[in-house]
């Protein structure tokens, strides 16, 4: 979830959420109106592309020096990061209006296959593990403060606050080239991993969060909360935070397709040989009886309730097993309506035999379908991506729009 927060007319943060690829982004934009905007819109698309491209874990190019020693997955995310900012930094120097723009970016890929998130960052957008009842930042801000701490571990709190709070160091689109960093961890079932833009970790305390993520299960309900928690302090930035949750895999117990069963019913015969169609049987009906569901079965039913977004597609195996046994899949923000978890009921049912349907009657025919409404669109000269009449600039490559 992303909000302007309270005090800023425009959301420069951008969030990209690819469950199929394992792939969770936030990105927080500097630069003014549009080109703030600009620069996190290219780089998570870049990064989605990235990803994209590189599905069969085959990356381009000959691998950095630095990058050698890294696990390919944590390369992938990296070298994702580098063409990012690549992207970026193109841009920002080709079209005078982006001229300076540039993003933070902290992204988060969960490997089903090895059971192991990397967290790559540049800026002072974060990502919190909260595993146990317990909060960690796993990204450190890459901000004046913490490079004189540094320098000079030794300062003193009053030195420190003669510093300036909100000067980063490193962004996407300074330079041509940027340093990232990167972490691996495994993951756990029951893990929460929270990637927020400064928006919120500036107005909320770690202790807030972790309180939070306690109060309630849902990622859709524990972003919401958050976000109101920040404005309820200011809301003085934009404010962006995404929730990946490591669930276990709920059992498929769905019943083949009637048409699937084999018919083991004995066939009939008539005088010339030729084979019948087995006899109709007519079901007795059944009494109404009420069954009470157990714990488990509610349990399941609440799982159902919620849409999750699980890790899947070419490249990934579609179902990941730890040393325990124990299937896990991912759930990220965002959700559909929170309200679903309710329709499960109250947990009793009623199962009531089905007798025969009456004949279908014909349908009158349908009215003739009204014609669409048109809609003038052009197309962007320089990448020539589809943009709806009106637009300044082209919303895929930044490219001017001549009117």
Known sequence: MTDVGRQRKHNEDNILVKSELGLFVVADGMGGHNAGNVASALATKSLDNFFEATRAGSLPGPVPVDEQELDP???????????????????????????GMGSTVVAAYVSRETEQIHVGHVGDSRCYRIRLGEIEQLTKDHSLINDALALKPDLSPDELARLPKNIITRALGMKDGVKVDIRSERIQLGDAFLLCSDGLSGMVSEQQMLDVLDITQDPQEACELLIEMANDAGGTDNISALIIRIQPE?????????AELED??????????????????????????????????????????????????????????????TMSRVAAV????????????????????????????EAPPSKPAKRPTEVRVARCAHCKHELFIGNRFCVECGAPIKP
Do not use: W
């Open 250 to 258: 709920a059992q498929d117990e769905r019943q083949p397709d009637s």
């Open 264 to 325: 083991t019913r004995p066939h009939r015969i008539d005088e010339f040989g030729a084979m019948l169609p087995p006899p109709q049987v007519q079901a007795a009906q059944a009494p109404v009886e009420e069954i009470e569901l157990d714990a488990a079965a509610s349990s399941d039913e609440r799982i159902a309730g919620q849409q999750v977004h699980s890790i899947g597609g070419n490249g990934l195996r579609s179902q990941a097993q730890g040393a325990s046994g």
């Open 334 to 361: 965002p959700f559909t309506d929170r309200r679903s978890r309710a329709a499960a009921g109250s947990g009793r049912y009623v199962a009531v035999a089905t007798e025969p349907k009456p004949p279908v009657k």
């Open 73 to 99: 997955e944590a390369r992938r995310v990296v070298a994702a990061i580098r063409k990012a900012n690549h992207d970026v930094f193109v841009i920002s120097n080709t079209y005078t209006q982006h001229q």
